[in-house]
């Protein structure tokens, strides 16, 4: 058994199911701004998803300027919680692949991407939640338009970030009835 650094007590194993069965959605933040240091470790963790063909096409946008979270909060219905938030990261993806052609996985390397951001914040102590852009055609547009975007890069979610204010708990969501072995 490994013992974890940071954990004598427990394994990394231990650690890491943890920090995966502990990630919950977090939509309340204290007005503490998130630290640089922290911002990097968030993006590398995201950058560290896998992709088809290893083709990363995630592009990420940092907004930590008040007055471009609060104008995202308007664009965005479900995502009023950027009022609060001091940081979101826009996860998007380039749309086109290898010699023209459309790349059909953005959504699948940026979802891997956005889910590896927030178990990161999961294990820093911050909170954050996903919130849908893509495909939504209004929020896309308009968030795109907002950002400045590439004609070819679409916007995947919106991730407001910040340190909790709240108490939130991980759901259980385990669901055998979910489960098919062999087949159907
Ligand atoms: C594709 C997607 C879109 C989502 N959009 C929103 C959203 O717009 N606003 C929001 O508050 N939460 C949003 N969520 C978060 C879900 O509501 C949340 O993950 C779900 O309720 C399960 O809770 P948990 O994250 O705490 O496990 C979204 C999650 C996903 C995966």
Request: proline fraction near 8%; charged fraction near 20%; include cysteine.
């Amino acid at each position: 058994m490994i013992s974890c650094s940071n954990n004598p007590t427990k394994s990394s194993e231990e650690v890491v199911l943890e920090n995966i069965h502990n990630r919950k959605s977090v939509r309340q933040y204290t007005s503490e701004p998130v630290s640089d240091e922290h911002i990097q470790t968030l993006l590398k963790a995201a950058m560290a998803a896998p992709s088809a063909v290893n083709y990363q096409p995630w592009r990420f946008v940092v907004v930590t300027e008040r007055a471009q979270l609060d104008a995202m909060a308007e664009i965005l219905p479900y995502a009023r919680m950027l009022r609060q938030a001091p940081l979101a990261v826009i996860v998007c993806g380039e749309t086109l692949w290898f010699e023209g052609k459309e790349n059909m996985y953005w959504q699948q390397d940026c979802s891997a991407a956005t889910q590896n951001l927030l178990l990161a914040a999961e294990a820093l102590g911050l909170g954050a939640v996903w919130t849908g852009v893509y495909p939504d055609p209004d929020r896309t547009a308009q968030l795109s338009a907002f950002l400045g975007l590439p004609e070819t890069v679409k916007p995947l979610c919106a991730i407001p970030i910040g340190h909790p204010a709240g108490e939130d708990k991980p759901k259980d969501k385990w669901k055998p009835e979910n489960i098919h072995y062999g087949k159907w």
